[in-house]
């Protein structure tokens, strides 16, 4: 079966693979219409809708209360009681209930997909910005460029110099790394994917994934002319579809998409490839509800027994081998056991977080490391509140009354009121997001407003894509080797790029 789906590959590689290889990003970008290219810069979804309250010192004052540590978002985690606590004792962690639909790496691959379509390093926070002249860093697709950068010619860094068909990648002692320079910073497309160790090894398992492809493809009866490129459209294939097939699906529930393909998308409509700010901004930041205090990262990294650590830690500042999970360095225990955030049938794997206004506490103190420009606030959900001043983003009950869904009513969001706003009826797409999926569906995934945006960009941005296999072949089904013939899962890019449990002997 493995050859003959090598064969039905690489028939249908064809001129696209090559295109592949000769642009700029690495990526052929055949015109969707006659506007050409995908948009630069950001854009809005809702342009005719006001923006949710005026940019005031008053409205700034009391996003940063709403968002300081200790304020209505604090989870308030008992980090005294250590990381290892904040997993195991349920007592401790009332306010991070589980989600038993999604993984723990639901997260970590949201917050990958995240990197690969939208990275805002130019406006200002609080400061009113027009989205049509703030430049989007990456390109508004799933084409991973954030992990092929512009491919072997344009960014050779990035590549073996023995076989500029793969990637460089490295060992941090026990298992595999990210390239690093003599400072510890990771040698990749996309610097925000080692802001922590699950998102920095997500990345490096894409990079052996690509390069277990390039062997895969040699190993043929008919090896491809130009390898790299045909293990790049085989790689971003397959991540279409766990993209199409697995995540999307969790976030926003199956009959939301069923729903959006069927009928076509009603507010994410433009003439080719944008990242609207109400995306970008707000809705699609419901990740970071999701994110726990704690992890597990692996089994038996720290001298044979397992490694917890918070997600970020004050007292991991300035040590080379950190207490808590944030990248940037290398040691032998920092790698990732992938049991513990994909089911790999072990009962090792660990629930994700369910959608909600409590986010952990450890997201209130960011390192400055990791926040762009490295300047305060070092509150991430502040941060989130006053970029909805920076884009003058629409009220969640605006944008539910132009979709024709039931808003949220003011006592829903009462704890807002005391702030003389009228928070509590004009609220904040991000805030109203949350609260919204807490609602309307226990946390488990996002709500109308919130699944609806999110949903449309993510098939739009599949939509446009004219190197998209739902336009090129929709009738393709994966080739890889996978548990289910013509499916492909997360657990099946972690099997076949190797890093999953079997192959470490874990």
Do not use: C
Request: neutral net charge.
């Amino acid at each position: 079966m493995t050859e003959v789906h090598r064969r039905g590959f690489l028939a249908g590689v064809g001129a696209g693979a090559a295109g592949i290889a000769l642009s700029g990003h690495g990526t052929a970008y055949a015109a969707p219409g006659s506007d050409g290219a995908p948009d630069t810069t950001f854009s809005r979804m809702f342009p005719n809708l006001p923006a949710f309250g005026p940019n005031t010192n008053a409205m700034q004052a009391a996003l940063l209360d709403i968002g300081r540590r200790g304020g209505p978002l604090d989870a308030a985690d008992d980090l005294a009681a250590g990381p290892v606590a904040l997993i195991t004792d349920p007592t401790k962690s009332l306010n991070n209930p589980d989600n038993p639909t999604h993984t723990a790496g639901t997260t970590f691959l949201g917050q990958f997909l995240d990197h690969d379509m939208t990275f805002d390093a130019a406006s200002r926070l609080g400061i009113a910005t027009d989205p049509a002249t703030s430049p989007n860093g990456r390109t508004p697709m799933f084409d991973l460029d954030s992990v092929y950068g512009g491919g072997p010619v344009a960014t050779p860094l990035y590549y073996d110099p023995a076989d500029r068909a793969k990637f460089v990648i490295e060992s941090g002692g026990l298992f595999e790394d990210l390239p690093r320079g003599a400072g510890g910073a990771a040698i990749i497309a996309e610097p925000r994917n080692d802001e922590n160790m699950i998102i920095s090894g997500l990345h490096a398992a894409f990079l052996l994934f690509h390069n277990r492809v390039v062997d895969w493809l040699r190993a043929g009866p008919q090896p491809p002319a130009d390898t790299f490129a045909a293990a790049r459209q085989l790689v971003t294939r397959h991540y279409h579809w766990i993209i199409l097939k697995e995540f999307l699906p969790q976030i926003v529930g199956q009959s939301v998409v069923d729903r959006i393909l069927a009928q076509g998308r009603q507010f994410y409509r433009p003439g080719h490839a944008g990242m609207p700010v109400e995306f970008q901004g707000a809705a699609y930041r419901f990740g970071h509800s999701m994110v726990r205090p704690s992890y597990r990262a692996n089994l038996a990294g720290d001298n044979g027994q397992p490694f917890f650590g918070f997600v970020f830690d004050p007292a991991g500042e300035g040590q080379a081998d950190p207490v808590d999970l944030r990248g940037g360095s290398r040691a032998p225990r920092r790698f990732i056991g992938w049991q513990t955030f994909f089911d790999f049938n072990d009962g090792q794997v660990k629930r994700n977080k369910r959608i909600d206004t409590r986010i952990s506490t450890p997201l209130f103190t960011l390192p400055l490391g990791i926040i762009p420009g490295h300047t305060s606030p070092t509150s991430l959900a502040q941060r989130n509140l006053l970029r909805h001043l920076t884009w003058s983003m629409p009220a969640g009950q605006a944008i539910a009354a132009q979709m024709g869904t039931p808003a949220l009513g003011s006592a829903t969001l009462a704890e807002l009121a005391g702030y003389d706003l009228k928070l509590q009826k004009s609220t904040p797409l991000w805030y109203y997001v949350l609260r919204e999926a807490q609602v309307q569906q226990d946390g488990l995934r996002l709500g109308a407003v919130g699944g609806t945006i999110v949903a449309e960009v993510f098939l739009g941005l599949l939509q446009l894509d004219p190197s998209s296999w739902l336009n090129q072949e929709p009738g393709w089904r994966p080739t890889l080797p996978s548990r289910v013939a013509g499916d492909f899962r997360m657990v099946d890019l972690l099997t076949f790029a190797r890093v999953d449990p079997a192959s470490r002997g874990q």
